[in-house]
């Protein structure tokens, strides 16, 4: 069946350091690919996506490349802020509405 | 509001107690999503309405899970003879067209079953 697997956390980061979150996928075919996001106290979110192979996701400074070679999708930002703090789920879908999610990586930004 | 409101924010069950939680998508969307999400994974999909027609409930763990639309707004999300493993964050989602992309989640009910 369709799974994704991310990067276990936490992680804990100084201000102005660069993230990264592994996350790679299993499932057949093209799945679209997404980064969802969970600020305390708020519901999920959509950081970003990407349909196809080569497309780079893009959002508040985040990029994510679908890699159909490596079935990856890793998250990056050049330079977090404390505000960037949360729990950030990577995500597949092969149909236009079920989701299977990633367990989460809780990303903690240090002043 | 103008977000997907779920009530209630947190629910303390006996074991074998009968638990409905409720949904209210933003105003307009066709389509509605029931997640469940366990202490410290993902959410995992239950099932998904557009409009009033329930298109898929491959996700309910059990037949003590039942889900419905009647008017193709408000949903309910019903579990009978709650057990411990019901014990979860459950989480509702609504969109107004087929991509993923415009998808809105609440903030879920905090189910726990003692």
């Known amino acids: 069946g369709n799974s994704v697997t991310q990067m276990e956390g936490p992680v804990t980061l100084s201000e102005e350091a660069f993230l990264t979150i592994n996350c790679t996928y299993t499932a057949t075919g093209y799945p679209s690919l997404f980064w969802y996001v969970q600020y305390p106290g708020e519901g999920l979110q959509l950081l970003l996506k990407?349909?196809?192979?080569?497309d780079k996701g893009s959002n508040k400074g985040f990029e994510a490349t679908y890699r159909k070679e490596t079935t990856s999708f890793h998250l990056e930002k050049g330079s977090v802020q404390v505000s960037d703090s949360a729990v950030y789920f990577c995500?597949?879908?092969?149909?236009?509405?079920?989701?299977?999610f990633g367990a989460g990586t809780t990303v903690t930004v240090r002043a | 509001g103008a977000g997907v409101s779920q009530s209630p924010r947190y629910k303390v069950a006996k074991r074998g107690q009968d638990v409905a939680l409720r949904c209210d998508p933003i105003s307009g969307h066709v389509s509605l999503f029931w997640y469940q999400q366990a202490l410290g994974q993902g959410p995992e999909f239950l099932t998904y309405?557009?409009?009033?027609?329930?298109?898929?409930k491959s996700g309910l763990p059990s037949d003590r899970f039942f889900a419905e639309r009647p008017e193709g707004s408000v949903s309910t999300l019903k579990i009978q003879r709650t057990q411990q493993e019901d014990s979860a964050v459950y989480l509702c989602a609504s969109r107004t067209g087929t991509s993923n992309e415009k998808l809105f989640f609440g903030s879920g009910t905090q189910l726990s079953v003692l």
């Open positions: 990407a349909t196809k192979a080569d």
């Open positions: 995500a597949l879908s092969k149909n236009d509405y079920k989701l299977s």
């Open positions: 309405f557009q409009n009033e027609a329930q298109l898929d």
